[in-house]
């Protein structure tokens, strides 16, 4: 199913074309397929029957049209903060369907999670073990809980998205995992119910999901062996999506691994978090040729939209394909770096490009639907683009555009005496 193509010269988002979406909501603009969505999602949920469990990691794209979306497709939720336990309550989601990762947690975080009477905790520290046990024990509740254990396995992607190696912050090493699950099984005010892990993200290869399957697995076996009894695995996310001519990963045959092999241990409910394979191919960033540049080593097509709006690029190098909302016939290609307004250098879309682009014209950056809104910011006091998404011919704005204002609400003047 392809949601973003051209018909004739013109490029369309299912049945929408993206210059009128553009004209409408003006650019920068974010645009969403839902029939992308959809099938992504029925990509996963096909080979995943109940009561296995997916759960879609929320910082992939928070929109609440998106996590609505999802709620009604059934899922459940992924959270890294107390924010993001609110956004899906305000969507439509269930608490007990979310699920509570992240390193970090705060007291009240903590707290707010347990007054909503989440899913689970995924614990990612012997101290923040203590610290549910003490706050749940305040509250006289018991908090359900699974362990992040660190597999230790090469995830082979870009080493900031890389997260299941001994050197990296996340989960507690498997030498050191049963002490913790032992010290967890005698806290009256813990349900220690699950084992997760999340190796890392945007990998295209399932050898490392199966490796760290198999240790996971296996450390399974060895706590219910000592009597603690694990009735879940999450196995987090990662699943990555060709963003230039990569192979596309397969999910089915892993996730057909993993339910035969839950099915040998028995009584064991698998769950997943995939963010980016739900929505990163389901999105585009349109943007408008501000200036062509052109210089004596290169030529520049500068943009209005920048890297706070899409920081991928500038944060991992990361490629993401551009192409023009109206071809051009006879129009000759340059080669151009797509850069942004942002006062930085690392201020890219893409590098050494052949376009055939003039001043006003509309580009698409291609798979912007994970990991482009939420990492946006207000640097440069550029204000947070907007949001559509397209269903058929139907177009719905889903976030406006920030108003100029709301960027310094909130902040004051000093006082005379100050
Ligand atoms: N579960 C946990 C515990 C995670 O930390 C993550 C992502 C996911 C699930 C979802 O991973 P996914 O299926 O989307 O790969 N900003 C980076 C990606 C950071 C991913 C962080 N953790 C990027 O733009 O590539």
């Given at each position: 199913m392809m949601s973003f193509t051209y018909k004739g010269n013109q490029f369309f988002a299912e049945e929408c074309a993206v210059a009128d979406l553009a004209k409408a909501h003006g650019t920068p603009l974010f645009v969403y397929s839902k029939a992308a969505i959809e099938a992504n999602w029925q990509q996963f949920a096909q080979h995943w029957p109940a009561p296995h469990k997916l759960c879609y990691a929320v910082k992939a794209n928070s929109n609440l049209a998106v996590l609505n979306l999802l709620a009604r497709l059934g899922a459940g939720f992924d959270i890294v903060s107390g924010g993001e336990l609110a956004r899906v309550l305000a969507a439509g989601g269930k608490a007990q369907d979310v699920v509570f990762s992240g390193v970090g947690k705060s007291h009240d975080e903590i707290a707010y999670a347990l007054d909503q009477n989440i899913g689970c905790f995924n614990v990612e520290s012997a101290a923040e073990l203590e610290r549910i046990q003490n706050i749940a024990s305040e509250k006289g509740v018991v908090a359900p809980i699974s362990i992040r254990v660190n597999p230790d396995v090469d995830a082979q992607t870009h080493p900031y998205i890389a997260?299941?190696?001994?050197?990296?912050?996340?989960g507690i090493a498997m030498t050191e995992a049963l002490d913790v699950f032992r010290r967890g099984a005698t806290l009256a005010n813990l349900d220690m119910r699950g084992v997760d892990c999340h190796i890392g993200s945007q990998i295209l290869s399932p050898k490392p999901f199966l490796d760290a399957a198999e240790r996971m697995f296996d450390l399974i076996t060895k706590l219910r062996g000592e009597g603690i009894q694990i009735t879940h695995l999450d196995m987090g996310g990662g699943f990555g999506i060709p963003y230039q001519q990569e192979e596309k990963l397969e999910v089915s045959g892993y996730l057909q691994t993993l339910q035969e092999k839950a099915e040998k241990l028995g009584n064991l409910k698998l769950m997943l978090e995939p963010g980016r394979a739900i929505v990163g191919n389901a999105g585009i960033m349109v943007t408008k040729v501000e200036y062509y540049k052109p210089g004596s080593e290169k030529n520049f097509l500068l943009v209005d939209a920048g890297m706070n709006d899409l920081l991928r690029p500038s944060l991992y190098n990361a490629y993401h394909a551009i192409v023009p909302v109206e071809r051009h016939d006879g129009v000759d290609e340059q080669l151009v770096d797509v850069v942004g307004p942002v006062c930085e250098t690392g201020d890219f879309f893409g590098h050494a490009r052949h376009l055939a682009a003039q001043e006003g014209d509309m580009l698409a950056v291609m798979n912007a639907g994970a990991y482009g809104f939420t990492m946006a910011s207000n640097y440069n006091t550029r204000p947070r683009a907007a949001e559509v998404m397209v269903h058929g011919n139907t177009a719905t704005l889903v976030r406006e555009r920030e108003p100029l204002a709301s960027l310094w609400q909130g902040e004051h003047l000093l006082g005379d005496d100050a």
């Open positions: 997260t299941g190696l001994k050197a990296n912050k996340f």
